[in-house]
């Protein structure tokens, strides 16, 4: 590696430049490469002034990682000359550094003294060399110079025609040939009797009326993919297992170690899951450029929790929000994030849904929190055959990987698609509701499955799936299903400051009827995501779902 190594969010470097830290300042080595010591990685110390060294170092670095595959870092000591730009003076924090540097020869200069010494090349034909390039760069500027730049009055919203299938859908013979093959393994090779009790199930009658948890519909979208021909690489932690032991693409035999993927039986397409360092910044920022390159493939990343997503944020910011808008690098990038609130602290509860819809616009990428199987399936299918590619953000579940209520049937993945509003089933004669209740994720579960929720006749309770792009039309055709409403309430478990609620508040605010009150049901605001003690939060998930629900301060009895 050049000009020093590079690690997650920090840069150590030999290279002096005015306003950063010294050396004595910024690290307590001796050599900026000394952190590849701890990893066993050769290390080549080379004097930037000597140019033929410096090729000899790159030359065997490349050689050493063609033959041995493994790292190989270049310390290169040098310096720079002038400022971080134009504007930058160097010497007013480093003069005597840059003292020296002003009196120092060039590395061109040296490098010619040194052939006219060796008798290789003239000083004149040094120079000559010099007036030749710098010729080329000068004519280089003026064709620029005389550029006239061609005015684009495309309309922004005629530059793209987004190509998204309706029905993502996937015929039964083929989900069950898929299904097979999750639970097929070599003659020699043994699962963990604990894991085949949890697959075990799917050998049995899979038919449109097989129940489906979450695992199982990803895997069953994973393979259906394979078989069209689109390559997958899954990332994360622990993606092979699944942090909740959920997925489990990758087994492993408890008397031999041996791997198994059962999906590779489905199809030659390649499929790839790798367990990849607890190293968000670079993990994602390898996974974009990955995707980048691989326009064909769907690439996603795990994180344990979506909390954790927060270290990759340089990445998110910098890449995967306005890489489209800035360089024109089209990406479909997935990051699956764990989120919701279920009384595991501050540090496992929350993806920041906020930060990513702050980041949204023009269309750059998709926000989702989808809530079954069955829309995860749909999901995962649909950012796969749409084009052209945007990267998603996907709300995992926790909890919601094995509740009850969050289940779907196979019939509902042989047709239909991904739905960006989700309405209440459970009502009957839309007339009769007063209030409806819209939220997102998992706290619909939480409002749907209190105990108390047959209280709350006149309640409807919608689910918005696709946060962005805002779902408007939905919206207003779900509204319009209500004649009778007398307010709309936004449902969040997150605090007010943070969730989806300033994203979506001003945006339900234009499409609700000004006649009909719209209110907000959020915690309060807050420094910290969430309670530190699990009693806490049991405490205040029930009183938001109350309040909700219209229930609040009243006893069952009562209703």
């Known amino acids: 590696m050049v000009m020093g190594w590079v690690g997650q969010s920090t840069s150590y470097s030999t290279t002096k430049l005015g306003l950063l830290p010294t050396q004595r300042d910024g690290r307590s080595t001796v050599y900026a490469s000394d952190l590849a010591k701890g990893y066993g990685i050769p290390v080549l110390h080379v004097n930037a002034d000597d140019a033929e060294a410096c090729l000899a170092a790159v030359r065997l670095a490349a050689a050493y990682r063609s033959h041995f595959e493994d790292d ?26 840059h003292e020296n540097i002003t009196n120092h020869p060039t590395v061109r200069a040296i490098y010619a003294d040194q052939l006219a010494t060796e008798g290789i090349i ?33 309309p922004d919203d005629e530059r793209e025609v987004p190509v998204v299938p309706r029905d993502t859908g996937v015929p039964f013979k083929t989900l069950a040939e898929i299904n097979t093959a999750t639970v097929t393994f070599p003659d020699d090779f043994t699962p963990h009797p ?13 038919s449109p009326a097989y129940t489906l948890d979450w695992g199982h519909a ?29 997925r489990h693409m990758v087994l492993h035999d408890i008397k031999t170690g041996d791997l198994c993927t059962p999906l590779d039986q489905v199809s030659d397409t390649r499929l790839e899951v790798y367990n990849s360092p607890l190293t968000e ?16 493939d769907v690439v996603l990343w795990e994180a344990q929790f979506g909390d954790f997503v927060n270290v990759g944020q340089v990445m998110i910011d910098q890449f995967l929000s306005s890489g489209l808008t800035k360089w024109g690098q089209y990406s479909r990038l997935t990051l699956l994030l764990p989120h919701g609130y279920e009384g595991q602290g501050p540090e496992h509860s929350s993806a920041r849904i906020e930060r990513f819809l702050q980041l949204c616009a023009e269309g750059n990428m998709r926000v989702t929190y989808p809530t079954t199987p069955a829309q995860y399936f749909h999901l995962l299918r649909r950012q796969a055959l749409r084009r052209p590619e945007r990267p998603m953000i996907v709300m995992a579940p926790k909890s919601l990987l094995r509740h009850g209520m969050a289940s779907s049937k196979v019939s509902e993945l042989l047709e239909g698609g991904f739905r960006h509003v989700i309405e209440d089933i459970t009502i009957e004669d839309h007339s009769q509701v007063k ?58 478990e997150e605090p007010r400051n943070m969730g989806a609620l300033t994203f979506v508040g ?54």
């Not at 207003?476 to 969040?492: A, D, G, I, S, T």
Request: hydrophobic share 35%; glycine share 8%; proline share 6%.
């Open 506 to 559: 001003p945006r339900l605010r234009a499409i609700v009827p000004r006649d009909l009150p719209l209110a907000y049901i959020a915690r309060p605001e807050r420094a910290s995501p969430a309670e530190g003690k699990a009693a806490d939060h049991v405490i205040q998930q029930a009183e938001l779902v109350l309040e909700a629900l219209g229930l609040q301060g009243e006893s069952t009895e009562n209703g």
């Open 122 to 154: 003239s000083q004149e034909e040094a120079s000559a060399l010099e007036d030749t390039v710098a010729g080329k760069l000068r004519e280089a500027q003026e064709r620029v110079r005389e550029y006239e730049p061609v005015s684009d009055d495309t």
């Open 72 to 97: 190989f870092v270049i310390d290169l000591v040098g310096y720079r000359r002038y400022g971080h730009n134009e504007g930058d003076e160097p010497a007013y924090t480093q003069p005597l550094e």
């Open 218 to 246: 990803e895997v069953l979208a994973f393979g259906s993919l394979l078989k069209e021909g689109i390559p997958i690489r899954l990332t994360g932690q622990d993606t092979q297992r699944g942090t909740f032991s959920h």
């Open 194 to 206: 604990k894991l085949w009790r949890q697959l075990e199930p799917r050998t049995d009658d899979f």
């Open 435 to 492: 209030r409806l209740i819209l939220c997102t994720g998992k706290v619909f579960y939480d409002l749907q499955g209190h105990p108390r929720r047959t209280e709350a006749n006149s309640t409807a309770i919608a689910r918005m799936e696709l946060l962005y792009p805002f779902p408007e039309a939905a919206l207003e055709e779900l509204l319009m299903r209500y004649p009778n409403l007398e307010k709309v309430f936004w449902m969040q």
């Open 281 to 296: 910044t670079a993990v994602i920022g390898f996974e974009y450029g990955y995707s980048v390159g691989a326009d064909t």
